[in-house]
């Protein structure tokens, strides 16, 4: 009896053992053929993505404006892989389910990119010139200012094709000057500079015949784009002349009046002007520190030029959903801005100028006009217009610096002085688009108060000449 039980006890423990294998073994079965219908989606996916990866495709439907040449080769071997790898996978060369799953949330995080960069495009156009600007800012080769041995900083010339990109992916713009029309401002007219690093045409050291050239000296407030509109304007007056005027835009934004000290000495006088304008009285306030900081030739406020690391470069790039939020979060990066490539990082008082940066201020301009006088360089000077909105706050630095070139032009009958600020602050608040840039209508009123100056000084030559 003990002998019958236990073979019955063998055989229906053999029979329990059987089954459970059969179960595993179905059980495997439905987890393999789920996992292969799992693989077979994610390749699939893949396919889809990698399409909509391909260069002709996403430029058209989820790049923010306009890519570039290195953005193209990237997204063509992206898009090559994903389909590789894709059609390796869906005819079952490819096994390791670990792959799949790491492939499948890579192809998520894409598509709640293409899905970000989707919404933009249709929802908020109005964000994809601001988006593109700022991931044209990580791109060196999209820098419109490079360092340079004297005069810390210039306009890096023309030369690239991709002129489609226009002002707006100048990628230095400036933390006082943020805003619509202050990118042109502080970085000239249209961020595009000529063979010297200026705004404008390209300069020639040869003056043609019967031109009379004038040289534009001065920071942003010069490069904005007045001197075109005073070349237009003598032009258009002087019409029945002999003589045609030709006037060069030597500003640039941020300089103070020790760059455009040195600009004058090492590049203006080789064009040989006849007619220099200086329009200066901004940015050497921010020069201002304590007496024993302070030095003359602002080496305790300016340094070598050198434009700051982003080290989180190739996400922003990458991913304009990281680029929302991160500029949600701080609007202001200090990477985005030419103080952080060209200033000592310090604390600045706000007081009002004290004796020796005044006097600094005024060695600068004087300077200029001393060596123009040796050379017979005809100097006009102005003094700098600004607004009067409460908005701003009150700009007693301006009218000190007004004021020292009242000075100057007081005591030096050789000036032909036009006194824009008397002329224009507080009369025409309305043509002001921040502190000190003004607009068309503003640049062209400039444009005419120096016109006749530089016109009636023509005309009295004109009737000595016997």
């Known amino acids: 009896m003990a002998v019958a039980e236990q073979r019955t006890f063998r055989r229906t423990s053999l029979n329990v053992w059987r089954g459970r294998v059969r179960a595993r073994t179905k059980a495997s079965a439905a987890v393999e053929r789920a996992m292969d219908a799992f693989r077979k989606f994610v390749s699939g996916y893949a396919v889809t993505i990698s399409l909509l990866l391909a260069p002709p495709i996403f430029e058209r439907f989820f790049a923010m404006l306009y890519l570039f040449q290195g953005e193209r080769v990237i ?5 090559v892989l994903l ?5 390796y996978g869906f005819f079952g060369r490819l096994r390791r389910t670990w792959f799949y799953f790491v492939l499948f949330n890579l192809l998520v995080l894409i598509s709640v990119e293409l899905g970000a960069r989707s919404a933009v495009k249709l929802f908020f156009p109005n964000k994809e010139v601001s988006l593109a600007r700022r991931a044209a800012w990580t791109y060196d080769q999209l820098r419109k200012l490079t360092g340079h041995p004297f005069l810390q900083f210039n306009g890096i010339s023309s030369t690239t094709g991709n002129q489609r990109l226009g002002w707006y992916f100048s990628n230095l713009n400036s933390r006082q000057l943020e805003g619509v029309d202050s990118l042109e401002a502080s970085t000239g007219n249209r961020g595009v500079f000529n063979n010297f690093g200026f705004v404008g045409r390209d300069f020639a050291y040869a003056k043609p015949p019967g031109v009379i050239r004038i040289a534009a000296l001065g920071a942003s407030t010069t490069a904005d784009g007045y001197p075109a509109m005073l070349e237009e304007y003598l032009n258009a007056t002087v019409a029945a002349q002999s003589n045609r005027f ?25 064009f040989a002007p006849d007619y220099i304008v200086i329009h200066q009285a901004a940015n050497d306030e921010h020069a201002r520190a304590s007496e ?13 030029f050198q434009p700051p690391r982003i080290p ?19 609007p202001n990066p200090e990477w ?10 310090r604390k600045e008082p706000q007081r009002p100028l004290n004796a020796r940066e005044l006097g600094v201020f005024r060695r600068n301009i004087e300077t200029i ?13 102005t003094t700098m217009p600004h607004s009067t909105d409460e908005r701003y706050g009150p700009l007693n630095y301006m009218d000190q610096l007004n004021e020292v070139l009242r000075s100057i032009a007081a005591n030096d009958d050789r000036l032909l002085f036009v006194d824009l600020d008397k002329q224009m602050t507080g009369k025409v608040n309305h043509l002001f688009v921040d502190p000190v840039h003004v607009n068309d209508a503003g640049r062209r009123m ?19 000449t016997p």
């Open 446 to 464: 400039k444009a005419e108060y120096l016109g006749n100056r530089i016109i009636e000084d023509e005309e009295r030559i004109l009737l000595k």
């Open 336 to 345: 985005m801005f030419v103080e952080a490539a060209s200033q000592i990082r």
């Open 83 to 87: 389909m590789s790898i894709s059609l």
């Open 292 to 304: 024993a900081e302070f030095r003359g030739d602002y080496s305790h406020y300016l340094k070598v």
């Open 246 to 270: 030709e006037v060069m835009n030597f500003g640039h934004g941020y300089w103070t009046s020790a760059h455009v000290l040195v600009n004058f000495v090492l590049n203006v006088i080789d």
């Open 312 to 330: 989180d470069r190739y996400i922003l790039r990458v991913s304009v959903l990281y680029r929302t939020l991160k500029f949600y979060r701080n």
């Open 75 to 79: 997204l063509w071997i992206a898009s």
């Open 369 to 381: 006009i001393d060596v123009a006088s040796v050379r017979h360089i005809k100097v006009v000077l």
